[in-house]
């Protein structure tokens, strides 16, 4: 699996976990707004990406994006092969 797939698979389960919306409806078209997504939800969320993915991320990065995929196209950029 590509460390692409690795990260949109883990951003879905994440915030699927950390909001309302069942797992199925989260995918990368779907709006970080709609989510419902906190502060305290961004801060532990980078901190899972920081670990897994061993990138830094600064938790207001994520209330910078509108959706999912552009949230998770940032991080690509900032991932070293």
Known sequence: MTKENQLFEFLFDQLA???AAP??????QTQLTDLGIQSIDAVLLCGDIEDKFEVEIDPADIFEHDTVGAFAQSILSRMVD
């Open 17 to 19: 976990q950390r909001s």
């Open 23 to 28: 797992e199925e409806a989260v995918n990368a």
